[in-house]
């Protein structure tokens, strides 16, 4: 008989489940009726805040993700907060200085973050460092994280050096982050059982539902001696969500690992998602189960901007030749992690390979950037034709990326301090100036709001229109570093530049 062990619940639905499912698109309205209840049921945490959730309040609902973060705390007294950040890249898709990360994770903790879960795409330690020692400075928990992939440079014993790595910056607890739903149920007990006794921090498993292997992969992680894992309510899991809380704690009830979850809260809670996640059309591509994820390691996300891409250049048919272009470019590049921002950065380049007839006769400019070694060290080895061919005998940068970046959070404060009304505004602005820009306009009557309409029995408002294209300057590249944000949001030209 295992001894006996709690298994601690990180619930997602206020982030990852609806960025995952709903486009990112609930609202803090939607969210504040349901958050006293949440409160009772005695979650490890609640995921509540970063990833795609700051953009998408300012760019499509109006909302200050400031006055989320605040709005939650109020009405999450007794639970720990957690947030998702891109490492250097904060919650945007290039990298900013030290001077912005630091001002960005004390305002953060400030204003109710408690846990905050730190990843970088290429798993470069030094893209994490800064943000590890300053979180800790704050007085909050660091939690280092392994971006899970498969490759022919990644294996156990890679993630089991990582976490050493982590350890040794400090880190507080590892998570075994697998966005793509990648992770088998016996290599998941194996990470686990190995970070736990070789490295000895508390190890959390977070998983997609894509390939349907993930509640195989926890209650294995679980026998393993994993401490948290991260679920949604049952209406918002499944396909590219995470299993379902409600599944995970009936599984574990009576157990020696028995999370001490409600099992009838948890179904209230489900009931009230299940209602609001009516207003919202959750797109096939991200529901169910697909297999093909494991040959071509692409996120359900992925998939369906992929399909976007295409359907913009009336070449909709040439799907399945852009995913299996993908792990060609992933190769080229030296097999990075496809999450955010590598996974848009090579699945644009693929769709350029196809849609064009040859690979490579037009890169990005983010794959100039990557193989300048701007956005951190790749893991693997670089196709070296392709580098000769792009970077035309200029060499990579050796050194840590964030530091070819001069400070600018005082040149930006000039630049916006019209439109401040709080000293987060200036981080919302640099980190998404066009978009934070429109949103202040908006704020103080300069601009129309966005058009909201209410669908369903419920009326609930939800925002069901699409920003209008942006003009030839605004698609300008912002910052050598980095891709432009329109990238990751649909809102974007996927331009593309001769080699």
């Not at 359907?311 to 030749?321: F, M």
């Not at 987060?424 to 309409?453: C, H, M, Q, W």
């Not at 925002?463 to 912002?478: D, F, H, I, Q």
Request: glycine residues 6%; proline residues 5%.
């Amino acid at each position: 008989m295992p001894e006996k062990r709690k298994v601690g619940i990180t619930d997602t639905s206020l982030r990852d489940a609806h960025q995952s499912l709903l486009a990112t698109r609930m609202r803090l309205v939607e969210m504040l009726p349901i958050v006293e209840l949440m409160d009772q049921i005695g979650y490890h945490s609640l995921e509540v805040w970063g990833g795609a959730t700051f953009d998408a309040c300012m760019r499509f609902l109006d909302e200050d993700p400031w006055e989320r973060l605040r709005q939650l705390r109020k009405g999450l007294k007794n639970t720990k907060l957690q947030m998702l950040l891109r490492g250097q890249n904060i919650v945007g898709y290039r990298h900013y200085p030290d001077d912005v990360l630091e001002e960005f994770v004390k305002k953060a903790v400030a204003n109710g973050i408690d846990i905050i879960r730190i990843f970088d795409a290429l798993n470069d330690l030094r893209n994490m460092e800064q943000a590890i020692r300053t979180t800790k400075q704050e007085g909050a928990h660091a939690q280092g994280t392994i971006s899970y992939t498969i490759s022919p440079f990644h294996s156990n014993d890679y993630f089991v050096q990582v976490g050493h790595e982590l350890k040794a910056l400090g880190a507080d607890s590892i998570c075994i982050k697998d966005m793509a739903g990648l992770i088998a149920p016996y290599d998941a007990y194996d990470l686990v059982k190995r970070l736990k006794e070789d490295v000895g921090l508390p190890v959390q498993l977070h998983c997609h539902y894509t390939s349907g292997m993930a509640s195989m992969a926890y209650l294995k992680a679980v026998e393993a001696g994993v401490d948290v894992i991260d679920t949604a309510n049952a209406a918002l899991a499944m396909g590219a969500s995470q299993p379902a809380t409600d599944t995970l704690v009936a599984a574990l009830k009576g157990t020696a690992y028995d999370t001490g979850l409600d099992l009838l809260l948890l179904s209230q809670v489900s009931d009230y998602f299940k209602e609001i996640s009516c207003s919202y059309e959750v797109p096939r591509e991200v529901m169910g189960v697909d297999t093909n994820v494991l040959s071509y390691q692409i996120p359900g996300g992925m998939i369906s901007n992929l399909t976007s891409q295409l359907a913009e250049q009336k070449a909709t048919h040439l799907l399945r030749e852009v995913l299996e272009e993908v792990p060609r470019v992933r190769e080229d590049l030296g097999f990075p992690p496809l999450v955010t921002p590598s996974s848009q950065i090579v699945g644009t380049q693929a769709v350029v390979n196809v849609l064009t007839g040859e690979r490579y006769k037009m890169v990005s400019t983010e794959i100039k950037n990557y193989l300048r070694g701007l956005y951190g060290r790749p893991p693997g080895l670089v196709n070296a034709e392709l580098l000769k061919k792009v970077l035309k005998g200029e060499k990579p940068i050796s050194g840590r990326p964030a530091d070819q970046l001069a400070p600018q959070l005082e040149d930006a404060r000039r630049e916006i301090e019209a439109y401040m009304e709080q000293d987060e505004d200036l981080l919302s602005y640099i980190i998404f100036p066009n978009v934070a820009l429109d949103f202040f306009k908006r704020r103080r009557g300069e601009l129309p709001p966005l058009e909201l309409t209410s669908s369903c029995e419920s009326g609930k408002v939800v925002n069901t229109t699409k920003p209008k294209s942006p003009s030839a300057n605004e698609l300008k590249p912002e910052n050598l570093y980095g891709v432009d944000e329109r990238l990751l949001s649909g809102d974007d030209d996927h331009s593309a530049y001769p080699a």
